[in-house]
C-alpha cells in the first residue's frame, strides 16, 4: 500500500473545504476541534526493510524542518526499534490542531476571512439569513462581492411587503432589475427566511415565478391568435386584413366570439398558412407553456386541437396541455400521417424517455413506439414538413360542431 504523502493530506483537507466544513465554524463562532487526517505509515516489516525510502517519507511529511518550513499540521511520533540501526522515531499520527493550521495548509486564510467579515455583516443586519449562509458558505463566499446589495434587496422587501411594483422600480444603490433577475436563486432563499409568512406566496416557485412569489407586478403573458372565420373580427378597423393579434392574458380570457373550435400550433409558419376555417381560432403556442391559456373559461366551452411536432416532446407537450384543457384533442398526431411522411422525418436530439400522463391509447402506442425507438432511430416528423394537401384534408374532415 502507498504511504500517504503531504499531498495526499493536503487533498484531505481539501475534500473538507470543498464541502464548506471548514467554513461552517465561522457562522456558529465555535472552534474547530482537532482533526486526525487519515495516515498510511509503513510497517513494521517496512520499516525494517525499507529504511532509507521511510527517511524520505518522513521528510516528505515535513517531519524535521522548523521555522517556516514546518507543516501547520502535528505529527505525532513513536518509537522504533530496529536491531541494527536502534531507536528511530516515525510518524504514528497527523493532527490539525486548529482552523487556521487547517486554513494555512491550503492557502485559505484571506478567503476565510472575507467569509468571517461576510458573517459578521449578515449576522448585525439580517440574522434570519445565517441558516443559508452556513448550508452553503462557498456559494456565499462566490457572492462577497454583491452580498451587501443582496442584504439591501431583503432589508427593502421588509419594509415593502409585497409591493405591487415591477422590479425596475425598486431604488437601491447598485441594484436594478437585471441584477435581482440574475440573482433570483438566492433572493428567494434569502428572502423566504427573512420575509413573514404572509408576505410570500407558496403556490409560485421556481425563478420564472419570482416576481409573484414576492409580490411584485410581473411582465403580462401574452397570446398570439388569428381569427380564421369570416363575418366576426377581432379588429374591426383592420377588417381587411389578416386578423394576427397579439393579446394580454387578462384580454384573452375575456374574449366574447362565436367561437366553436380552437386550434394551437407550436410553429410559426403553420400559424401564417392556417387556411381559413368557419368560427374557429387559431392560438400560436409556447412549447411548454400554457399559462397564459389557463385562465380562459370560455375555452372549456369550444373544440379544441392541439398540433405538434410527432415526437416524443410533442406527445409531452400534448399531456401538458390537458392538465389544463383535459378535452384537447391531437391534430396530425397520429400513425397515419407519420408513416405518409417516411421521406420527411428528421432526428429528435434528446427524445423524452419518461412516462407522459394523459395521453389516450392511440397517442400513448405511438409515443411508446418513437420513445422506445422502435419505427426508427430517435424519428420526429416536424408539423412544416408535413404535405399541406395532407393537412387541408385532415381539417376539412373535422366535425363543424364545437365540443360535445
Known sequence: MTWTSAADLRAQVQKLWDKGDLLRPLVDGVAMAPLRLRLVAPTSTELAERFEAVRAWMR???????????????????????????SNAVPEAVWLDSLDAALALLGKKAEAQRFAQLVQTTRTQQPAVLPWVQQRPLQALALVPVWPRLLAVVAWLQAHPRPGVYLRQVDLPGVDSKFMEAHRGVLSSLLDLALPAQAVDPSASGASQFARRYGFRDKPLRVRLRWLGAGAVLLPAAAEADQDVTLSQAAFARLALPVLRVFITENEINFLAFPHMADSLLVFGAGYGFDALAGAPWLHACAVHYWGDIDTHGFAILGQLRAHLPHA?????????????????????????????????????????????????????????????????ALAALPLEGRA
Open 60 to 86: 516528505d511529511l515535513g517531519c524535521h524542518a522548523a521555522g517556516d518550513s514546518a507543516p501547520p499540521y502535528r505529527i505525532a511520533m513513536r518509537t522504533f526499534r530496529h536491531r541494527v540501526l536502534g
Open 329 to 393: 384533442q391531437s391534430l396530425l398526431m397520429d400513425r397515419e400521417t407519420l408513416m405518409a411522411h417516411t421521406q420527411q422525418w428528421g432526428h429528435e436530439p434528446t427524445p423524452v424517455l419518461r412516462d407522459v400522463p394523459r395521453l389516450n391509447a392511440k397517442e400513448q402506442a405511438l409515443f411508446d413506439d418513437l420513445r422506445y425507438q422502435r419505427v426508427g432511430s430517435s424519428v420526429r416528423l416536424e408539423q412544416e414538413r408535413m404535405g399541406f394537401g395532407w393537412v387541408q384534408q
